[in-house]
């Protein structure tokens, strides 16, 4: 499992023209799920999610976490984060989830994240995403379980 966890000051998605999801101040979270991921692996991923400490406290210092600054989520899927462009030009995803294990996948993360996080908004599975964000820093990390 990948998450691509972005400190952003606002971020929306906008499917056909129209704006399904926004958030302010918090994280946009790009998430790639692969066959060989758990409910275990979801869960450990998740924690450190929300327990990441990268926004500034008074001093400057990145050390508050989403809950100390009311933040907000905004998750998205996105199965190119297990693109393989080892061979040519073209990148391969066979080692991304299948859609279906994938999507359900995606709505368990996003069901823990609301257990935790007051506003949780989501992109749409599958659909073809226009993502906004203005990144607070830029500021962005990636979380891999492989190194967990």
Do not use: W
Request: proline share 3%; aromatic share 8%; hydrophobic share 40%.
């Amino acid at each position: 499992m990948r998450f691509v966890i972005q400190r952003v000051k606002e971020a929306s998605v906008t499917i056909d023209g129209n704006k399904v999801a926004e958030i302010g101040k918090g994280f946009l979270v790009l998430i790639g799920v692969e066959d060989a991921d758990t409910k275990e692996i979801a869960d450990k991923m998740v924690k450190k999610l929300v327990g990441m400490r990268i926004f500034d406290d008074a001093e400057g210092k990145t050390n508050l976490s989403l809950e100390n600054v009311d933040g907000q989520l905004l998750l998205v899927s996105q199965f190119t984060l297990y693109a393989d462009c080892k061979k040519g030009n073209r990148p391969s995803f066979i080692r991304a989830g299948k859609p279906d294990f994938a999507n359900d996948m995606y709505e368990y993360i996003i069901s823990k994240c609301k257990e935790q996080v007051p506003v949780v908004k989501t992109g749409e599975f599958g659909a073809d995403m226009k993502v906004a964000l203005l990144n607070d820093g830029p500021f962005t990390i990636i979380l891999d379980s492989d190194d967990l």
